[in-house]
């Protein structure tokens, strides 16, 4: 007997490895990149940060404490979500100038990352609107909006991590791929001089580092900590600087 499915929404959660990914999208199945499916997709690149073989128990008992107390809470968010009905999820007026600020400086990208990224919008919206909820919320308020510009952010970073071409990319651009590698491992951000001796062994001119960082700062993937001092104390940052609530 046929199956139906009423008013259908559905979600894919996958995993899979850079380099399956881009033998998968290399082939036949290139033009998902650019018809319109890769970018209905969050990129997430993930990593482990250390080897362990065995955890200590008190790590466990923190763990199994932690999940607990988020099945607890997921619980809870679905048992209010399914109590909405119709109910229209909107920003309040703070949220709703914080995103008209955003969404008219939304950059976009004419090249493979761009084509992946190509639902910044609505995907913003839909991480907004997740926020709220959690919170219990019917109005999205500019905390949740920020966390959802927090997360769209990583998922940018990781598409331009995943998609980037490098064998296409000019010396500057291969420079400005390798800072942006060393940013998003530095959450404390780096100096130039930390850029020039760690990416690059200090072969690099100041001009060379001061055109990578351009490119990066132009395309939305780092930013500079203006409030850090002069120039030799500036630090640098992955992703678009942090939005004021």
């Not at 899979?16 to 033009?31: F, Q, S």
């Not at 997360?151 to 071409?165: K, M, N, P, Q, T």
């Amino acid at each position: 007997k046929p199956m139906l499915a009423t008013s259908p929404h559905i979600s894919i959660i996958a995993h899979v490895t850079g380099a399956a990914l881009k033998d998968a999208l290399n082939g036949a199945n290139r033009g998902c990149i650019y018809d319109g499916f890769a970018n209905r997709f969050l990129w997430v690149h993930a990593a482990r940060s250390q080897r362990k073989a065995l955890i200590l128990p008190a790590e466990s008992e923190a763990l199994e404490s932690a999940l607990a107390t988020l099945s607890k809470r997921a619980a809870e968010v679905w048992t209010f979500a399914n109590t909405l009905s119709d109910t229209r999820i909107d920003f309040d007026a703070t949220a709703s100038q914080m995103w008209i600020d955003w969404y008219e400086n939304v950059t976009e990208r004419d090249d493979k990352v761009g084509e992946v990224t190509g639902r910044a919008e609505p995907h913003v919206c839909r991480l907004a609107m997740i926020a709220a909820l959690m919170d219990q919320s019917t109005v999205i308020r500019t905390e949740h909006l920020a966390a959802a510009f927090e997360i769209w952010r990583y998922c940018s970073d990781s598409a331009s991590y995943l998609f980037s071409d490098p064998s296409a990319a000019t010396p500057i651009e291969k420079d400005a791929m390798a800072i942006h590698r060393a940013l998003g491992a530095a959450p404390g951000g780096l100096t130039r001089t930390e850029v020039n001796r760690t990416v690059f062994s200090g072969n690099r001119s100041a001009d060379m580092i001061e055109q990578a960082l351009a490119l990066l700062e132009g395309s939305g993937r780092a930013w500079m900590d203006k409030n850090s001092g002069s120039r030799q104390a500036e630090r640098w940052f992955s992703g678009e600087p942090p939005i004021a609530e």
